[in-house]
């Protein structure tokens, strides 16, 4: 079965420009999940929907960041401008189940911004 | 505050010799917890589960001892292999939310 599909996977742009992440989540599952990991903070959830809709953008550290979620197969996450600081890896995640599931992660997307 | 933490952030361990993670979480009404092993450029992959009406569950030379007087979580490998090098987190669950740790490196002495 195929996992949690993320993409790009590597991506490095120049301060200011838009990155566009991009997640295709398992087939059947209801909840996605968009988490933030760096170094000095780990993993950080960013913002998590079920049935397609925001349920929690509180983890969204600043209005440079949106996260839109179409339809059950496909989910954006948004950075713009981007900033130097917002280089970290970036995952996808989803679960079956809105609550008390295993979440499983797609591979990450490892943005940097120069 | 609310936290999931790590008593040892890294750990070393010979090839063949079993392993222990150990993980403090702090909210009891957490009713859920995941281990996750994670290697270098790649995603959290799931290892084992358990609820918090358990105690102990096992799995392939894994077993996840819970133990809520303590709001203590540990991660016991078996036969550690060079595979099992990685970073392994622990996340507790309440409610709709997930909360990770910071991760604890194993690394596996051939």
């Known amino acids: 079965d195929a996992g949690v599909i993320q993409s790009p996977r590597h991506e490095v742009t120049e301060m200011g420009q838009e990155v566009t992440l991009r997640c295709k989540p398992i087939?059947?599952?209801?909840?996605l999940f968009w988490y933030r990991q760096t170094m000095m903070r780990g993993l950080e959830l960013l913002i998590y929907?079920?049935?397609?809709?925001?349920?929690?953008d509180s983890g969204m550290p600043e209005d440079r960041f949106s996260a839109k979620m179409p339809n059950a197969s496909f989910s954006t996450l948004k950075i713009q401008p981007s900033e130097p600081r917002d280089s970290a890896v970036y995952f996808c995640?989803?679960?079956?189940?809105?609550?008390?599931?295993?979440?499983?992660f797609g591979e990450g997307s490892w943005l940097t911004v120069v | 505050g609310e936290s999931v933490g790590l008593h040892l952030p890294t750990l070393s361990v010979q090839e063949g010799d079993n392993s222990i993670i150990n993980c403090a979480y702090s909210?009891?009404?957490?009713?859920?917890f995941i281990w996750y092993k994670q290697e270098s450029g790649k995603g959290p992959q799931f290892i084992i589960d358990?609820?918090?009406?358990?105690d102990k569950r096992q799995g392939q030379r894994v077993t996840v001892l819970l133990n809520k007087t303590v709001k203590h979580l540990s991660l016991q490998i078996a036969a550690t292999q060079p595979g099992d090098s990685a970073v392994y987190f622990c996340?507790?669950?309440?409610?709709?939310?997930?909360?990770f740790g910071t991760g604890t490196s194993l690394t596996v002495i051939p």
């Open positions: 358990i609820r918090s009406n358990m």
């Open positions: 087939s059947g599952h209801n909840s």
């Open positions: 995640a989803s679960s079956p189940r809105y609550t008390r599931n295993t979440i499983y």
């Open positions: 996340a507790e669950s309440r409610g709709n939310q997930f909360y």
């Open positions: 929907f079920n049935n397609n809709v925001p349920i929690d």
């Open positions: 909210n009891s009404a957490s009713d859920y």
